[in-house]
T-cell receptor, first 110, second 111 residues
């Protein structure tokens, strides 16, 4: 059974600081996704990573994928309050459905 | 273009009743997936439909069922509701079965 683990599950950081969220998964997967969810809202797609070594950046967020290590990271640079949300990674083996991690609840304090 | 539309947004039902949730995918998308989100269990996969055929099914009891119509719209039905069915139900659509866009969800409360 595919397992997806995120850490940390809770992250409180100050504005202007950098931090990384980690996503480990247990079996080979074709695709890895990062989503953002605000309280009471739906999931907003951030990144789709398709191959080993893939790196994508959008604003203060950068995601990378190491398929050999079965690890993806979401790096936050110079955090701002607007980034406060819950971040989920999800993996999708070939022909299968998304399996989500537990989510990382990020709070950025002024 | 219009996103994924889920109706209703909020629903309150009594134990033992049944409920039907609707999802209209992005125009042209043929794959629709359903997920249940609860604080305790997180995001759990219910089922996926592609061109009216169920392609994958999660580990939920038979009370949970779904279908997809020829226009790709999908419905999910839960019969004999239990308190534990209270959750946010999310629908996601995609063209080929990857690159999913999620709807706003239906928040179901069972009392």
């Amino acid at each position: 059974e595919l397992k997806v683990e995120q850490n940390p599950l809770f992250l409180s950081m100050q504005e202007g600081k950098n931090y990384t969220i980690y996503c480990n998964y247990s079996t080979t997967s074709d695709r890895l996704y990062w989503y953002r969810q605000d309280p009471g809202k739906s999931l907003e797609s951030l990144f789709v990573l398709l191959s080993n070594g893939a790196v994508k950046q959008e604003g203060r967020l950068m995601a990378s994928l190491d398929t050999k290590a079965r690890l993806s990271t979401l790096h936050i640079t110079a955090a701002v309050h607007d980034l406060s949300a819950t971040y989920f990674c999800a993996v999708q083996p070939s022909g299968s459905r998304l399996t989500f991690g537990e989510g990382t609840q990020l709070t950025v304090n002024p | 273009k219009a996103g994924v539309t889920q109706t209703p947004r909020y629903l309150i039902k009594t134990r033992g009743q049944q409920v039907t949730l609707s999802c209209s995918p992005i125009s042209g998308h043929r794959s629709v997936s359903w997920y249940q989100q609860t604080p305790g269990q997180g995001l759990q996969f219910l089922f996926e439909y592609f061109s009216e055929t169920q392609r994958n099914k999660g580990n939920f009891p038979g009370r949970f069922s779904g279908r997809q119509f020829s226009n790709s719209r999908s419905e999910m039905n839960v019969s004999t509701l239990e308190l534990g069915d209270s959750a946010l139900y999310l629908c996601a659509s995609s063209f080929w079965g990857w690159g999913y866009t999620f709807g706003s969800g239906t928040r179901l409360t069972v009392v």
